[in-house]
């Protein structure tokens, strides 16, 4: 079972996507923030990360330049787009950029699995 | 104390950037809610309930849609809305415009088409023009099937939205004008007034032209060129 680490400070966000994730066959963790995730990395290296912008403690992107050098598939999942936000994440090696509010969960998953794929 | 001026919450463009991403994220909360209730992430639901949800999805994206609008007016009456020129996937302007106004295109034939792979215009901002011309002509008419072209040409980003049916507005190159005046007060007519009046605001902001006109008694077709 492929693993993955679902980064977002928001409890109901974590509640609603990881019930998604987990019904789509991942084993899911969770992390409030960019601090929790880099611990949880640590700890196991996750299949998969997804990650929010908009955090406490340390950012989306910070933890994105933290993580650079480790190679884990990374995916951006943030309700607030600034102007470089889309190009800041893919600049420090994230595979894909999406809005909350434009992607449902499955499509998500289905997203992230073709720009997964080498090509 | 009477010399001192008045307070302002908003004007503050990061202020205001937070303040509307809270507004923007439970509308967003409401919508994944709704999405996992009716896609049965949690079950089967009864026959009922999935009506009840139907109806209750439409009213979580007007809501979105007029959050959306407001965040925009606001920036733009604030002087803080700018359009950053760069290069933007084709794709990205069209491929979810289903998504964005799904419950209020349900049963209706929904295409969008990026002629060309980049596309000249904000990152943010572009998108947001293809989602808000789609999600407005939903509201247009109860039947009309909707398809976008997105396109560059000669310089210019042009997006043009064809409405196509039997229930078209009568006079449709005075919607706009009507529309922003944000005078209408039933839905969900506000949530069209004011998702025009942020087209208008986007377009002026970028220095281009839109119109609206009726091709045909059963065919509108709304413009933009950037």
């Known amino acids: 079972m492929p693993s993955l680490l679902f980064v977002d400070d928001e409890l109901l966000y974590r509640q609603l996507y990881g019930t998604a994730f987990e019904k789509a066959g991942y084993q899911v963790r969770y992390a409030a923030n960019g601090e929790e995730a880099l611990a949880a990395i640590k700890s196991e290296r996750p299949d998969l990360l997804i990650v929010d912008c908009v955090m406490p403690i340390m950012t989306g992107m910070t933890l994105l330049k933290k993580i650079r050098r480790r190679k884990i598939p990374t995916f951006v999942l943030t309700t607030l787009e600034g102007d470089t936000d ?4 893919l600049a420090l090696g994230a595979k894909g950029f999406f809005s909350k509010s434009d992607i ?8 992230i699995q073709t720009l997964s794929t080498p090509t | 104390m009477d010399n001192q001026p008045p307070k ?12 509307w991403h809270d507004a923007k994220k439970h509308a967003t909360l409401l919508r994944l809610l709704e999405h996992n209730l009716t896609s049965g992430t949690y079950g089967p639901l009864p026959d009922q309930a999935k009506d009840a949800l139907r109806s209750m999805g439409l009213v979580i994206e007007t809501h979105s849609l007029l959050i959306d609008a407001l965040s ?8 803080a809305l700018t359009w950053n020129k760069t290069w933007v996937e084709g ?5 979810s ?14 295409e969008g088409q990026a002629v060309d ?33 997105a396109k560059y040409e000669d310089g210019r980003t042009t997006l043009e939205l064809a409405l196509r049916g039997h229930d078209l507005p009568a006079i449709p190159d005075q919607v706009i004008a009507t529309a ?10 506000l949530a069209v007034s004011a998702t025009l009046a942020a087209i208008e605001a986007v377009v002026q902001t970028a220095g281009g032209t839109w119109s609206i006109k009726a091709k045909s008694p059963q065919e509108i077709i709304i413009q933009i060129v950037i």
Do not use: M
């Open chain 2, 91 to 95: 794709e990205r302007c069209t491929e």
């Open chain 2, 8 to 19: 302002t919450f908003l004007s503050h463009p990061q202020q205001a950037r937070l303040a």
């Open chain 1, 86 to 89: 889309r190009e800041d994440a």
């Open chain 2, 180 to 189: 922003c005046t944000l005078s209408h007060t039933e839905e969900p007519w």
């Open chain 2, 117 to 149: 792979a980049q596309l000249e215009g904000d990152p943010v901002l572009l998108p947001y023009l293809t989602y808000a011309l789609v999600a407005t002509s939903a509201r247009l008419s109860a039947q009309g099937n909707v398809s976008l072209r």
């Open chain 2, 72 to 79: 925009i007016l606001s920036r733009y009456e604030n002087q």
């Open chain 1, 104 to 111: 449902d969960p499955e499509t998500l998953l289905k997203k």
């Open chain 2, 97 to 110: 415009i289903a998504q964005h106004a799904g419950a209020a295109l349900a049963g209706r034939t929904v």
